[in-house]
């Protein structure tokens, strides 16, 4: 598995947005409740999505991506894990199968190729 990417939550996504880019974060999404940037150095990714306020429900989701969503959830629903999402394949054009770690932390196994730097609503420049 590889580490993709972080998805943070944003009380004001546009102060947020402002924020990462004078950080030095390239956008590469943008939408009035989401936003992704690309790491200045690398080829990993961030993203922020809009919430209404922070705790219940607001939470970061970690994301690995992996060549193949449906063999790991078997390996791993094999081997005890408990999974809060079975794969199924997303809105977003990514195949996603979720569960919490022992903290409560979401994350996703997910896979995406291409689509995961180029989706069809990539900003332009």
Known sequence: MNLNQIT???LDIDRSVDFYRRMGFHQIVG???YARFECPEGT??????RVE????????VV???TADVDAEF???QAAGFAFTQAPRDEPWLWREARLNDP???ALCLFRAG???KNPPWKLKG
């Open 8 to 10: 943070l939550p944003a």
């Open 31 to 33: 939408a009035p409740h």
């Open 44 to 49: 990993s990714t961030f993203s922020l999505h």
């Open 53 to 60: 306020r922070l705790g219940t429900g607001a939470q970061a």
């Open 63 to 65: 994301y690995f991506e």
């Open 74 to 76: 078997q390996r791993l």
């Open 103 to 105: 903290s409560g932390n």
């Open 114 to 116: 291409e689509i995961r």
